[in-house]
């Protein structure tokens, strides 16, 4: 059956919400709670009692879109194929597996929805148990005549709904292909389904995949535009600063000349004091930047004393003493901070090592943990797989001594050994035995059968073998596989 059909998907809605407008304030849904539709969709809104079809033309903000309480987005393909299987029974042990295909197409979506029409397997289902005669197109007939109970079922579903068509709610389905299948076809059908679904598993991986790659290539395309967005905002932010500095150089320009302007109109008024700066220069140049020198050349002009001029070069000096203690006290403190800056980058290497083999260690436990749990399941499954043979096997050699003795039962009720040497109690006692032995070899499974089972699957035939020689039951088959109760000389012999 096509997924989600005819029902693709379903929302219920609460009050709508309120969004400011330009003059009032109106009732609205937003864009994301109306779902989107393909080409072949329709919406459906329950409002109150009223069912609404829409076929994407409502906006959110329309009455019908703000007063529902649920939406639902039906499939209007036409000819949609829907494959129902049931079980008729055959002449022999098996059934006859029908597979139908009915082609649907929604004519009233409105319907649809309100009748809540999501599986139409089911529905399409019980109206093919209801076909009258449909059971019995096979009881008759073996498991190999699948092709003759396909014709008359064929036949009969034309007939039917010929007479009586398909009726479903908001739905009309055509009766198409017929298909009976008998177990082996049935499955290798399974199995045909199973590799298909595994298939459509794997294409939809690969393309989640796919998109999750077109996803992260998106993703990288947008950081690599934010990237150049903020390089071009660099550019023009340097170009910004290029103009700034020009700004700041034609300024200092102006305002250089300006100076010059101003030193040219005062340059007559500094020829008086000529005399003076020349004087103060030779001193400068004498003296220089030296304090000593200059306490030297006021003690010799008479502004200081002498007792100020020692009390000056005692301060000078001490101050020179400390600069230098204060010097070497800086060193040995940056001395001391490299030390300890590389003893806590020991102690964080010598942390990190001791970490990472923790680490390790832990992954090694865990690594053997697992390792050990596998062994353990794996073990229990192969021991659950060998007693699940083993009672198989028990099974199906019950079952097989137990037609034997229906079988000899029915041969000695008919008097088909009357006319025979051999006494019918010591063949019934045979049986007897046989069963007897046959279940207690079954409570007593040899290790080495299981083994056998597991490997080959040779231990069940090898029983049938020996307990056809050895268990005393001889009954002769034909060469069809069916029990050889006697010919017409049989009958003749015994009068019938």
């Known amino acids: 059956m096509a997924e989600k059909y005819p029902l693709v998907e379903q929302r219920e809605y609460g009050r709508a919400g309120r969004r400011a407008g330009l003059l009032s304030r109106r009732m609205t849904r937003t864009d994301d709670e109306l779902p989107r539709l393909a080409a072949h969709h329709v919406r459906v809104f329950r409002v109150g009692v009223e069912y609404v079809e829409d076929h994407g033309q409502l906006r959110p903000d329309d009455p019908t879109v703000v007063d529902a309480g649920s939406v639902t987005v039906v499939d209007r393909r036409v000819e949609v194929p829907v494959v129902v299987e049931t079980r008729i029974p055959s002449a022999e042990a098996g059934d006859f597996t029908v597979r139908t295909t009915f082609y649907c197409t929604v004519t009233d979506p409105c ?64 009766h198409g292909i017929v298909e009976v299948l008998t177990p082996r076809e049935l499955a290798d059908a399974l199995a045909k389904e199973d590799d298909d679904r595994r298939k459509l598993a794997w294409t ?15 993703l990288l395309e947008t950081e690599l535009e934010i990237k150049r967005e903020e390089l071009r905002n660099t550019s023009a932010l340097h170009k910004e600063r290029n103009r700034q500095e020009e700004e700041r150089q034609r300024s200092r320009f102006e305002h250089d000349t300006d100076a010059e302007r101003q030193e040219h109109d005062l340059f007559q008024q500094g020829r008086r004091n000529r005399f003076t700066r020349a004087e103060l220069a030779e001193d400068f140049q004498l003296i220089g930047a030296d304090p000593s020198a200059a306490d030297f050349q006021a003690w010799r002009t008479g502004d200081i004393t002498s007792d100020e001029l020692a009390q000056r070069l005692d301060r000078r000096r001490q101050a020179d003493r400390e600069a230098a203690v204060e010097r070497r006290s ?66 199906w050699s019950n079952d097989v001594l137990a037609v034997k003795a229906d079988l000899s039962r029915r041969a000695i009720d008919r008097g088909l050994f009357d006319s025979t040497i051999r006494d019918a109690g010591d063949f019934i006692n045979g049986v007897g035995d046989v069963l007897y032995k046959q279940r207690a070899d079954a409570r007593e499974v040899p290790e080495e059968d299981a083994q056998g ?43 019938h």
């Open 111 to 174: 319907t649809v929805v309100r009748d809540g029409v999501t599986d139409v397997e089911a529905l399409l289902l019980g109206h093919l148990r209801s076909v009258p005669g449909l059971v019995e197109d096979g009881s008759d007939r073996p498991i190999v005549d699948s092709l003759v109970v396909r014709d008359r079922i064929d036949a009969r579903l034309t007939a039917y709904h010929e007479m009586r068509p398909t009726t479903l709610s908001g739905l009309r389905a055509r």
């Open 204 to 218: 939809r991986d690969r393309e989640e995949r796919e998109q999750e790659a077109a996803l992260r290539r998106a």
């Open 330 to 395: 800086v060193d040995r403190e940056d001395e001391r901070w490299k030390v300890e800056r590389d003893d806590r980058r020991e102690a964080l290497t010598r942390a990190e090592e001791r970490e990472d083999k923790a680490d390790q260690r832990r992954e090694e436990t865990h690594r053997w943990e697992l390792g050990h749990e596998d062994g353990l399941r794996r073990r229990q499954e192969e021991r659950a797989d060998t007693e699940r043979l083993q009672r198989d096997e028990r099974d």
């Open 453 to 495: 089972e597991l490997e080959g699957g040779s231990a069940p035939a090898e029983r049938e073998k020996r307990t056809g020689r050895d268990g005393g039951v001889d009954i002769d088959y034909d060469d069809n596989g069916d029990l050889d109760l006697g010919g017409t000389d049989s009958e003749a012999s015994l009068g």
